[in-house]
């Protein structure tokens, strides 16, 4: 048992002088200096080798070279067992292990990448704090966290322990997780259109009448190109040459809807942090993408020491909302409506139990358009007929010497404008919109964001003042 612990010593020096040592084992030390000098906070050994020590700490992870101790350490810490005799001496204050809980459902290396997550959630320390509660946000987050690395088969596996201890998830949009794939409509698979006949499995030369009419008499004869059959030869009558697996949802069907994931992690992430971190309070940046800093960081009016309050740990909530309706009217006024929907979505899952804002005071859809951002005009080609303007939609067109009908080549015998595919009409973006689609009440907008910018500076202003006194 005394070899053991000596695996694990480290020694050294304390602020008060060099003769004075603290044999560091698995047990956290408040604070440590190592030779060089730097300080390490609540640091324990986890690891030994034969070339020295892996000691992990508040900062992360340090490791030291048995080669970089002083003599007087080498000769203390490479005694044998029986000649160690070493004293404890306890750190000021030392910091009180807590046993962490056992990760039986092995969701710690999923916990581990995500930005943002206080080490004490990663670790699974949550000691008392690790109630049922605990256990349902935790399972979640490893839900999350594997469909937005798109490991579906780890997120299902956290699901059903969901399911199977029967926790409830609220405010959750299970259907909201994955979407259905737009490329494939969901089914996986896609066909492949012939390109000889554009879909339509006719012969072209014929129409898929399987007859022709003879230049020189006026009989019907069997066409040479089907053999009779009507049926486009490349696909056999089909229109689609071959079914092959969607590569954008990888035959899958459906789509992981990064932004719900996004977004709804980061309240998990909030809540997890206070379960863990009961003595502390962590606002809506902890458990934010980077989009949101990005943000802070433009948002015009903010002062810079305000700026930075915000984005920091020392901002411990008070003005959420406030922070996510300026970034939803900033993003509006930049027409960025990727962005404008992310933060419409942040008010949704992270208050939805209140009406923060009515967002169709600030975006309406284009009444010119109805908000489809296009509008159909006359097709040029055609003059609004939808017909070939050569063939004049027959299909067919008469030649200059002779006056026999041949297969027109312009429209391949469909009789229909290519422009327009015989719709008579073309879209076209709409002017009103520019192709959006939506309309911004910029001057309320603007009013808006100034109001808001203005309170974030007031409510910083007076916590300094409250600070400082």
């Given at each position: 048992?005394?070899?053991?612990?000596?695996?694990?010593?480290?020694?050294?020096?304390?602020?008060?002088?060099?003769?004075?040592?603290?044999?560091?084992?698995?047990?956290?030390?408040?604070?440590?200096?190592?030779?060089?000098?730097?300080?390490?906070?609540?640091?324990?050994?986890?690891?030994?080798?034969?070339?020295?020590?892996?000691?992990?700490?508040?900062?992360?992870?340090?490791?030291?070279?048995?080669?970089?101790?002083?003599?007087?350490?080498?000769?203390?810490?490479?005694?044998?067992?029986?000649?160690?005799?070493?004293?404890?001496?306890?750190?000021?204050?030392?910091?009180?292990?807590?046993?962490?809980?056992?990760?039986?459902?092995?969701?710690?290396?999923?916990?581990?990448?995500?930005?943002?997550?206080?080490?004490?959630?990663?670790?699974?320390?949550?000691?008392?704090?690790?109630?049922?509660?605990?256990?349902?946000?935790?399972?979640?987050?490893?839900?999350?966290?594997?469909?937005?690395?798109?490991?579906?088969?780890?997120?299902?596996?956290?699901?059903?322990?969901?399911?199977?201890?029967?926790?409830?998830?609220?405010?959750?949009?299970?259907?909201?997780?994955?979407?259905?794939?737009?490329?494939?409509?969901?089914?996986?698979?896609?066909?492949?259109?012939?390109?000889?006949?554009?879909?339509?499995?006719?012969?072209?030369?014929?129409?898929?009448?399987?007859?022709?009419?003879?230049?020189?008499?006026?009989?019907?004869?069997?066409?040479?190109?089907?053999?009779?059959?009507?049926?486009?030869?490349?696909?056999?009558?089909?229109?689609?040459?071959?079914?092959?697996?969607?590569?954008?949802?990888?035959?899958?069907?459906?789509?992981?809807?990064?932004?719900?994931?996004?977004?709804?992690?980061?309240?998990?992430?909030?809540?997890?942090?206070?379960?863990?971190?009961?003595?502390?309070?962590?606002?809506?940046?902890?458990?934010?993408?980077?989009?949101?800093?990005?943000?802070?960081?433009?948002?015009?009016?903010?002062?810079?020491?305000?700026?930075?309050?915000?984005?920091?740990?020392?901002?411990?909530?008070?003005?959420?909302?406030?922070?996510?309706?300026?970034?939803?009217?900033?993003?509006?006024?930049?027409?960025?409506?990727?962005?404008?929907?992310?933060?419409?979505?942040m008010l949704e899952v992270l208050f939805p139990e209140s009406e923060v804002l009515d967002s169709t005071k600030y975006l309406k859809p284009?009444?010119?358009?109805?908000?489809?951002?296009?509008?159909?005009?006359?097709?040029?080609?055609?003059?609004?007929?939808?017909?070939?303007?050569?063939?004049?939609?027959?299909?067919?067109?008469?030649?200059?010497?002779?006056?026999?009908?041949?297969?027109?080549?312009?429209?391949?015998?469909?009789?229909?404008?290519?422009?327009?595919?015989?719709?008579?009409?073309?879209?076209?973006?709409?002017?009103?919109?520019?192709?959006?689609?939506?309309?911004?009440?910029?001057?309320?907008?603007?009013?808006?964001?100034?109001?808001?910018?203005?309170?974030?500076?007031?409510?910083?202003?007076?916590?300094?003042?409250?600070?400082?006194?």
């Amino acid at each position: 048992m005394k070899q053991v612990l000596v695996v694990v010593m480290l020694v050294a020096a304390l602020h008060c002088g060099a003769q004075e040592i603290v044999v560091l084992t698995d047990t956290p030390v408040a604070e440590f200096m190592l030779p060089n000098g730097s300080v390490l906070a609540n640091a324990y050994v986890w690891k030994r080798s034969s070339q020295g020590l892996m000691i992990m700490h508040d900062g992360g992870s340090y490791f030291l070279n048995f080669k970089l101790l002083p003599d007087d350490w080498k000769a203390v810490y490479l005694a044998p067992p029986e000649e160690e005799g070493l004293v404890v001496v306890q750190s000021v204050n030392p910091k009180p292990k807590v046993e962490p809980a056992r990760d039986r459902y092995k969701v710690m290396d999923v916990l581990r990448g995500i930005p943002g997550l206080d080490d004490s959630v990663r670790h699974l320390s949550l000691g008392t704090n690790y109630t049922e509660m605990a256990d349902q946000k935790i399972l979640l987050l490893g839900v999350l966290q594997s469909l937005l690395l798109d490991h579906r088969k780890e997120a299902k596996r956290f699901h059903l322990y969901i399911e199977e201890n029967e926790y409830e998830l609220e405010y959750v949009d299970i259907d909201q997780l994955l979407i259905s794939c737009a490329t494939c409509g969901g089914d996986g698979r896609l066909e492949k259109t012939c390109r000889r006949c554009d879909g339509s499995g006719k012969c072209l030369r014929c129409k898929g009448e399987g007859t022709l009419e003879s230049t020189f008499q006026d009989t019907l004869l069997q066409c040479t190109a089907c053999r009779g059959t009507g049926k486009c030869l490349a696909c056999k009558g089909d229109g689609n040459l071959t079914s092959t697996t969607c590569r954008e949802c990888k035959g899958a069907g459906r789509l992981v809807n990064q932004l719900y994931c996004e977004v709804l992690r980061g309240r998990i992430i909030r809540e997890v942090n206070m379960i863990a971190r009961p003595d502390r309070g962590f606002s809506i940046s902890s458990g934010a993408s980077a989009h949101f800093d990005k943000m802070l960081s433009k948002l015009p009016g903010l002062d810079e020491p305000a700026r930075e309050y915000y984005s920091s740990e020392e901002y411990e909530g008070g003005m959420d909302t406030n922070l996510v309706v300026a970034g939803l009217m900033y993003s509006l006024l930049k027409e960025n409506y990727g962005e404008a929907k992310r933060f419409k979505l942040m008010l949704e899952v992270l208050f939805p139990e209140s009406e923060v804002l009515d967002s169709t005071k600030y975006l309406k859809p284009c009444e010119r358009c109805s908000g489809t951002g296009w509008i159909d005009q006359s097709c040029q080609k055609c003059d609004g007929s939808g017909k070939c303007s050569r063939c004049d939609g027959e299909g067919k067109r008469k030649l200059e010497i002779g006056g026999d009908k041949v297969h027109c080549t312009t429209c391949r015998g469909s009789g229909e404008c290519r422009d327009c595919q015989g719709r008579g009409t073309q879209p076209l973006k709409c002017k009103a919109c520019a192709g959006k689609g939506r309309i911004i009440n910029r001057q309320r907008s603007e009013i808006k964001l100034g109001i808001l910018v203005e309170r974030l500076n007031t409510f910083y202003a007076r916590r300094k003042i409250s600070v400082s006194e």
